[in-house]
C-alpha cells in the first residue's frame, strides 16, 4: 500500500502565533518547523492575557495540559474615582494568565530540535505545490506551506502585501507587572479579586492578577498587572517616547527596562491624578513598559502557498481581549480545514481565509469603536482599512 508523503509547514516567528500554529499542525501529522529571529526564548514582554475559550480549545486540541486552573480568577468589576470610591460594582468571573505562561507551556510542548533560533526570513518562491524559502544565513527550506507568524512587522507579509503596514490609533499603553507582595496592603485589599477600572474620558486605566513569571498561581506568588492608556501625538512624540535609553528608535513597542528616564518620571508624575490604589501601583512597578496601539487587517491571507496569521495578518486593539485568542483560532481554525482538506489544500486555505478575514473585521472594528470611544478619538474604519468582502 502507498503510504502518503507528511506535509510540511515552515512557520515564521516564534512567539504565541507561531507556536499556537505548530501545536496545533502537528496534532493533524504535520511535520513543523519555526524560525525565529531571536537567539533565545522570547522573555515575558506581554504582560497580562485574558484567558479566552479560543486558546483552551486550541490547547486541548493539541494535546497540551493546560486550562483555567493554571490561571487567576477575578469575580468583580469595579470602577475607582478620585479617593478610591468605587463607583460600580457588577459580578463578571473570568480568568485571566499571563503571556509568559502561555509561551513556556507551548514551548515546553514542542522538541527543541523543531525550531531554529537566530534565522531571520528574507524571501520566499512558489514552484508549484512547493514553497522555498530563503534566509539570511544563507539556509534554503522547501515545505508544502509557509506561513508568517512575526507579528506586526511581519516580514512575509511585507513581501506579499508591501503596501499594508500598521497605523497608529492615537494612543499608547503604559504597563507594569507588581510581584503580589510588593503592593501596599490599602491597595491589596482594595484590588483583591477584582478587575478594576479607572476612566475619564480620554484616559484608562485597569488592572487585573496573573500568574507569576515561573506560571505561579500559588498565593503570594502572583503579579498585579496593570494597563494605563494614555494619548500621544503622533509624529515626533510618538517617535522620541519610543526612542530607547540607548538611543535606538522603535517603531511598536519598548519592553521593560528600555524606557526613557525622562518618560518614566513623566508618566509616575501623571499618575498623581489617579486612584491612590491605582498610584500605589506604578510606583510599585520597577520597570515599566510601553505600547503604540495600533490597528491592522489584511485584505488577503493566502498567498498560494504562503499565508500570514496572528498579530501578522490583523491587530485588534486591547480592549477586545483578543489578540492571543484571534491568532489560537487562526491555528485551529487552519489545523481543522487542512486535515479535512488534505486532498485539496489550496481549496482548503481559500475557505479557511474568508472565515478567518470575517472574523478578523468584525473583531477590528469592534476594538476601534470602544478605543475610540474609551479615549474620545473621532475616526472611521474606512479611513484606516481597505475594502474587503
Do not use: C
Request: hydrophobic residues 40%; proline residues 5%.
Amino acid at each position: 500500500m502507498t503510504q502518503t508523503k507528511q506535509r510540511r509547514a515552515l512557520i515564521i516567528g516564534g512567539s504565541l502565533g507561531g507556536l499556537f500554529t505548530a501545536t496545533t499542525l502537528r496534532a493533524i501529522g504535520w511535520d513543523v518547523h519555526i524560525f525565529e529571529r531571536s537567539a533565545h526564548d522570547l522573555d515575558s514582554r506581554g504582560g497580562g492575557v485574558v484567558l479566552q475559550a479560543d486558546v483552551l480549545a486550541a490547547f486541548r486540541f493539541a494535546g497540551i495540559d493546560y486550562d483555567e486552573s493554571h490561571g487567576v480568577p477575578s469575580g468583580d468589576r469595579i470602577y475607582l474615582g478620585a479617593g478610591d470610591a468605587v463607583l460600580s460594582r457588577q459580578h463578571m468571573p473570568q480568568t485571566q494568565t499571563s503571556w509568559n505562561s502561555l509561551y513556556s507551556a507551548m514551548n515546553r510542548s514542542l522538541p527543541p530540535e523543531l525550531t531554529s533560533r537566530a534565522e531571520r526570513f528574507m524571501r520566499y518562491e512558489q514552484h508549484g505545490d512547493e514553497v522555498v524559502a530563503y534566509f539570511e544565513s544563507g539556509r534554503v527550506e522547501r515545505a508544502d506551506l509557509l506561513i508568517g507568524a512575526d507579528g506586526p512587522k511581519s516580514s512575509l507579509r511585507a513581501q506579499v502585501l508591501p503596501g499594508v503596514m500598521p497605523t497608529y490609533a492615537g494612543y499608547v499603553a503604559w504597563r507594569g507587572l507588581v510581584p503580589e507582595t510588593s503592593l501596599s496592603t490599602r491597595a491589596v485589599e482594595m484590588l483583591q479579586g477584582t478587575f478594576a477600572f479607572q476612566h475619564d474620558g480620554e484616559t484608562m486605566m485597569l488592572e487585573y492578577m496573573v500568574p507569576g513569571e515561573d506560571g505561579s498561581i500559588e498565593v503570594g506568588k502572583r503579579r498585579w498587572n496593570w494597563v494605563w492608556y494614555r494619548k500621544v501625538s503622533p509624529g515626533a512624540d510618538l517617535q522620541s517616547l519610543l526612542t530607547d535609553r540607548n538611543g535606538k528608535a522603535k517603531t511598536t513597542s519598548l519592553y521593560p527596562g528600555a524606557v526613557q528616564d525622562a518618560y518614566l518620571s513623566e508618566m509616575r508624575h501623571a499618575s498623581k491624578l489617579l486612584a491612590p490604589t491605582f498610584q500605589d501601583l506604578v510606583e510599585a512597578t520597577a520597570e515599566p513598559f510601553v505600547q503604540a496601539i495600533l490597528d491592522m487587517r489584511v485584505p488577503q491571507m493566502v498567498f498560494g502557498r504562503a499565508l500570514v496569521v496572528g498579530d501578522a495578518a490583523s491587530i485588534p486593539r486591547p480592549h477586545t481581549a483578543g489578540s492571543t485568542a484571534k491568532a489560537a483560532a487562526n491555528a485551529l481554525s487552519l489545523a481543522h480545514a487542512l486535515s479535512q482538506g488534505e486532498n485539496d489544500i489550496d481549496a482548503a486555505l481559500q475557505a479557511w481565509e474568508f472565515d478567518q478575514l470575517l472574523a478578523a473585521r468584525q473583531m477590528t472594528e469592534w476594538g476601534m469603536r470602544a478605543g475610540d470611544r474609551i479615549m474620545g478619538i473621532p475616526r472611521t474604519t474606512a479611513a484606516i482599512f481597505p475594502r474587503q468582502p
